[in-house]
């Protein structure tokens, strides 16, 4: 059994506090190496020539002119990927769907229909434009509404399994057979709990309503790009991404390799937000280039291509229909979502889950049925971005709670006080609520930002105030399920931690770091870290999870108190004591019976490794999101654990509108956050803070403009995001629960704030217009014509 040290919270010398980022260093001297800076011997350039139809059939593709251009290595088409599927999701009855090259016909604007290599960029860019494709255009449909009319064209006829899939590995079989696509519709969810109708009929108040949320895009700076190796039968990438283990899956796939054949190397990553997850076409183009050619192939995307040919957020739409007594106790809730996933299935089948596991944690909801549909469209494809699901789904629920409010005579404090779950909660797919501060959160959230006093004091004036709820997984049931933490103690009293999970930005090696150094009890600088590295590193649950903390961290912890404990049997032999009774800090380990007892790490790692003929001191631990739990939950019914822990959030949002101008100006964010406990408070506040800002950008600022398909604004320019002109005074609030699952009771933040500033603010606006807004973004026009159709 592993021992946990105990410490009071006031004794943690590392956890708890606000240090340094162990990456900090690198990247404000420009030291840090990303994907686009990697340079190897002999490398080449790819290029990637894309369709400008959003719907059309490949007559004919001609690369001769191409062929014949000085310095073009290799020239590929869907002809020599023919078969060749990857996609984020394959279940044994959803194979995946999207090929790296488009074959008989494209069917979004962007999509890759040939590649070439070549000795320089300048070269493989002039290449491209030589090659000559005929094409037959065919009649397209951009929303998901209009696609699921019967008479809409189909986008996808017939879906082919290709290759042995994920779940046959694992002994799972798949249903082999075609899938039939019916009315565009990529994948469906339906779940009921209780009796619905029932519950309707019991209610005396109910509320119906149409949301609908927005395209948006990640905004990293780093563009996404790609460095492949192919040699002797291995292949070596390095790639901006949010984990390795879902890349170097797909890239085996799709290559035909070994998964330990294909090394996903680290990389400082530039930005991701959920836009850098699953395989994209550029990484297995540069791949199959390299294998071709015997070169290493880089490929770099321009920011056009990142907005127009990547992956964007899902826009939804949500019907719903809420029923409650006179006291505000929900009794009833029927939600219909509508996801437009683009022109493959992308992450549709998981938004279209995720927009109902993040909230049922919210509110209980004795009688709630969900239908959520994800629909093929020919618009570009669509992934997670932070969130994921959560601001499009509390976007609806939050402003529709307030109306329901409203109506029936209590304020936005009331209603959501007498609903919201606590402690101890079990869920109706099983996962129960171990630590839970959302009432905490939203009355500090309420009384810091003075809500009560000041929500209806200035209705329709141009003043107002809002606040949102909301919560997100710390770590889901997804491949690989867990992860495995390494750490190693050298002979001088330092150690090296060995984790599968990525720094991408997040804070997640400085947490790490700080984990091992406080348990080992030595100087935070005696601590290094090797992270990423799909071959040298154990395996971890990808960091797009939120499980960093929960999962990852927590195999680390275990790992560090493994190595600690076989430390002190070493120890205990030098010192001759129990080891019962020994501690550890600043580098020494003691008795705490009699602390003149004390002698240095080093000597002890020393000892051990002379006594055992040059064994090392390698601690080991494991961890996963859910034990017991084998198999991530369905995505057509619901059932099944989804994680161990949930992060709960409260936002309070202060707005003032311009009337004349339709400006919304946000002055106040206040994010009460239960992430457990903040193992590194900056990097928590920094988290909070950023997704404060994201929120704001979606709710007033951020739309990708798609027209019939072609993305309008596919630059910094003219994609606009919030300034730190534009940024309020923010202000997070700890709310530490301690989950007792988590290292020093710690679980997710990094997306689980999001959700509640975007209600936050759309509730805030209602408050000083008077007018409700239920489509985003919500733009100075929109205000302007709303306020005049008020007056």
């Known amino acids: 059994m592993q021992e946990i040290l105990r410490k009071k919270k006031t004794e943690y010398r590392y956890v708890g506090k606000p240090v340094r980022r162990v990456d900090g260093y690198k990247k404000v001297t420009g030291r840090a190496v990303y994907t686009v800076d990697v340079d190897l011997p002999g490398m080449l350039h790819g290029k990637i020539l894309r369709s400008p139809h959003p719907h059309a059939i490949i007559k004919s593709i001609d690369t001769s002119k191409a062929e014949r251009l000085p310095g073009v290595k290799a020239i590929i088409t869907g002809k020599d990927t023919e078969g060749v599927r990857f996609g984020f999701v394959e279940t044994p009855h959803m194979p995946a769907d999207m090929p790296p090259l488009a074959e008989d016909r494209v069917r979004y604007v962007g999509e890759a229909v040939a590649a070439v290599a070549a000795t320089s960029e300048?070269?493989?860019?002039?290449?491209?434009?030589?090659?000559?494709?005929?094409?037959?255009?065919?009649?397209?449909?951009?929303?998901?509404?209009?696609?699921?009319?019967?008479?809409?064209?189909?986008?996808?006829?017939?879906?082919?399994?290709?290759?042995?899939?994920?779940?046959?590995e694992w002994g799972v079989e798949r249903d082999s057979t075609p899938q039939k696509v019916e009315r565009n519709i990529a994948s469906t969810l339906k779940l009921e709990i209780g009796d619905v109708e029932e519950g309707f009929g019991n209610a005396d108040h109910v509320k119906e309503g149409r949301f609908e949320t927005n395209v948006t895009a990640h905004g990293a700076l780093e563009p996404h790009g790609a460095v492949a190796r192919y040699s002797e039968g291995r292949l070596d990438v390095w790639l901006s991404h949010m984990g390795p283990y879902m890349k170097r899956y797909w890239l085996a796939r799709t290559m035909g390799l070994p998964e330990s054949h294909v090394r996903v190397r680290p990389a400082f990553v530039g930005g991701a937000f959920g836009g850098k997850i699953d395989l994209f076409d550029y990484e297995y183009i540069a791949s199959h280039l390299s294998r071709l050619t015997g070169r290493p192939v880089k490929i770099v995307l321009t920011r056009r291509e990142v907005f127009q040919a990547t992956r964007l957020r899902h826009p939804m739409i949500?019907?719903?229909?809420?029923?409650?007594?006179?006291?505000?106790?929900i009794t009833a809730m029927d939600i219909k979502a509508i996801d437009d996933t683009g022109a493959y299935r992308g992450t549709g089948p998981v938004v279209v889950y995720l927009a109902h596991a993040f909230s049922i944690p919210i509110y209980r909801i004795p009688n709630l049925r969900y239908t959520g549909y994800a629909v093929y469209t020919n618009n570009p494809v669509r992934v997670a971005m932070r969130g994921h699901g959560?601001?499009?789904?509390?976007?609806?629920?939050?402003?529709?709670?307030?109306?329901?409010?409203?109506?029936?005579?209590?304020?936005?404090?009331?209603?959501?006080?007498?609903?919201?779950?606590?402690?101890?909660?079990?869920?109706?797919?099983?996962?129960?609520?171990?630590?839970?501060?959302l009432k905490e959160a939203l009355t500090r959230a309420v009384e810091d930002g003075k809500f009560l006093q000041k929500y209806g004091k200035h209705?329709?004036?141009?003043?107002?105030?809002?606040?949102?709820?909301?919560?997100?997984?710390?770590?889901a049931q997804f491949y690989p399920f867990g992860a495995t933490g390494v750490v190693l103690l050298h002979d001088d009293g330092g150690a090296t931690v060995f984790t599968g999970a990525i720094e991408f930005g997040q804070g997640s090696d400085t947490m790490m770091c700080q984990i091992v150094a406080e348990e080992l009890g030595i100087d935070m600088e005696r601590v290094s870290i090797l992270s990423g590295d799909s071959e040298l590193c154990p395996i971890a649950l990808d960091n797009w999870l939120s499980g960093g903390t929960f999962v990852n961290g927590r195999a680390v912890q275990l790992a560090a108190i493994d190595a600690?404990?076989?430390?002190?049997?070493?120890?205990?032999?030098?010192?001759?004591?129990?080891?019962?009774?020994?501690?550890?800090?600043?580098?020494?380990?003691?008795?705490?019976?009699?602390?003149?007892?004390?002698?240095?790490?080093?000597?002890?790692?020393?000892?051990a490794i002379h006594r055992n003929r040059g064994q090392q001191i390698v601690g080991v631990g494991h961890a996963t999101p859910v034990e017991g739990a084998y198999w991530y939950p369905s995505l057509t019914t619901g059932k099944g654990r989804f994680t161990g822990a949930y992060s709960f959030s409260a936002t309070f949002a202060e707005v003032e509108v311009d009337f004349e101008t339709g400006v919304v100006k946000v002055v106040r964010i206040i994010n009460a956050h239960d992430c457990g406990y903040p193992i590194n408070p900056v990097l928590v506040e920094g988290q909070a803070e950023g997704q404060g800002y994201m929120g704001m950008g979606q709710v007033l600022f951020e739309e990708v403009i798609e027209e019939k398909g072609t993305i309008l604004n596919p630059n910094f320019l003219d994609y606009l995001m919030p300034t730190s002109i534009d940024v309020p005074e923010m202000k997070?609030?700890?709310?530490?629960?301690?989950?007792?699952?988590?290292?020093?009771?710690?679980?997710?933040?990094?997306?689980?704030?999001?959700?509640g500033v975007v209600s936050a603010i759309a509730n805030a606006i209602y408050d000083a217009t008077g007018v409700r807004f239920r489509k985003l973004p919500i733009l100075p026009s929109d205000i302007l014509d709303a306020l005049e159709g008020r007056e």
Not at 740 to 753: A, D, I, Q, W
């Open 732 to 755: 997070t609030i700890h709310i530490e629960t301690h989950d007792p699952n988590g290292p020093f009771g710690g679980k997710e933040v990094g997306e689980g704030v999001i959700a």
């Open 318 to 329: 949500f019907y719903i229909k809420t029923g409650v007594k006179k006291d505000g106790r």
């Open 459 to 475: 209705r329709g004036k141009g003043r107002g105030v809002g606040i949102g709820l909301t919560s997100m997984f710390s770590g």
């Open 122 to 168: 300048k070269v493989a860019v002039k290449a491209i434009n030589l090659i000559e494709v005929e094409y037959e255009p065919l009649k397209a449909v951009f929303h998901p509404e209009e696609a699921m009319k019967p008479e809409a064209p189909a986008i996808h006829d017939v879906i082919y399994p290709s290759g042995r899939s994920f779940w046959q």
């Open 564 to 607: 600690r404990n076989k430390l002190f049997e070493y120890a205990a032999e030098l010192l001759g004591v129990s080891r019962d009774e020994l501690q550890a800090e600043d580098n020494v380990i003691y008795s705490a019976d009699n602390p003149s007892k004390r002698i240095p790490h080093e000597k002890v790692v020393k000892y």
């Open 390 to 437: 959560a601001p499009q789904a509390r976007f609806a629920v939050e402003q529709q709670i307030d109306e329901i409010a409203e109506e029936a005579g209590l304020d936005p404090y009331e209603i959501r006080m007498i609903n919201a779950r606590e402690r101890g909660d079990v869920l109706p797919n099983g996962d129960v609520l171990n630590s839970c501060g």
